[in-house]
């Protein structure tokens, strides 16, 4: 998919038909060392993600989803190409400025929870603020009104279930006010019931306060809550779709599976 207008390289500002694009990605590469050869890992990768819009990352392991995740979230560099987020490229800031602006822009999720064990629920939503980002217009106790924890605000994590904490650091994620979601597996860890509600919370907050969501799967349940998916195939982006043409993940899952068995490969 290609993005409207993509500005030049000496300006950071990039806008499409509707104004700035939360998230440019443009013509991607990634190689990592394996032994005494380089492994591409991602290879020439183009992609938007417009504003309010939750988008799923969807491919089989090794497909470079992950990959793509952490080029987007400023943690690994590109070889090619760049990363626009909120109108500025990432991937050519360097540190410090790069991590004041992840602090401000960009709000993670893991599979794994990453919450301070010695913190309340509470403190562990605050952490960027306290490690010098900015807080947005929302505070912690709406965010855990948002997410259904008031009532668990004094709790630590080891009293919490995995869903509660996976809540919890979505809530961390939004602290600052991020211009973009990015979660990694989210639901990886998590029972299918619960994995349902992470689901639901997500795309709340799409629905409910325009957040742009972008999360990487490789299930068809959870990329069915998106309203588009792109997917990867050895590093390469194979195809998108849009969701709203299936009736239920099943049907998604088939068509998945089809696009990647037609392609040459299995999933």
């Known amino acids: 998919m290609t993005t409207e207008s993509v500005a030049s390289p000496q300006s ?3 806008t499409s038909e509707t104004g700035t694009a939360p998230l440019l990605i443009e013509n991607l590469s990634k190689s990592f060392p394996q032994g005494d050869k380089q492994v591409l890992a991602l290879k020439g990768v183009t992609a938007s993600v417009g504003q309010s819009e939750f988008v799923a990352i969807m491919g089989a392991s090794g497909s470079g989803k992950s990959t793509l995740l ?22 050519a800031l360097r540190d410090p400025e790069l991590t004041r602006f992840r602090r401000r822009k960009i709000g993670l999720v893991f599979q794994a929870f990453n919450l301070i064990p010695t913190l309340t629920a509470r403190d562990n939503i605050l952490l960027p603020v306290l490690a010098g980002g900015e807080q ?20 630590r994590p080891d ?21 973009i979601l990015l979660a990694d597996e989210p639901t990886g ?11 639901r919370l997500l795309r709340e907050l799409r629905d409910d306060m325009g957040r742009t969501v972008v999360v990487v799967t490789h299930e068809p349940d959870v990329a069915m809550w998106a309203d588009r998916v792109i997917v990867l195939r050895d590093g390469l982006k194979l195809t998108e779709f849009e969701t709203k043409q299936f009736s239920d993940a099943q049907a998604l899952a088939a068509y998945y599976q089809e696009a990647v068995l037609s392609s040459g490969t299995g999933a």
């Open 189 to 199: 860890s998590l029972d299918s019931v619960t994995s349902q509600t992470i689901c």
């Open 159 to 179: 009293a919490l279930s995995g869903g509660e904490q996976q809540r919890i650091a979505i809530a961390r994620a939004l602290i600052s006010n991020p211009a």
């Open 12 to 14: 950071a500002d990039v």
């Open 70 to 91: 952490n080029l987007i979230a400023g943690i690994t560099q590109p070889d090619e190409g760049r990363v626009l987020i909120d109108g500025t490229e990432i991937s």
């Open 136 to 155: 947005g217009p929302v505070s912690a106790d709406e965010l855990l009104e948002r997410i259904g924890l008031l009532d668990r605000a004094t709790h």
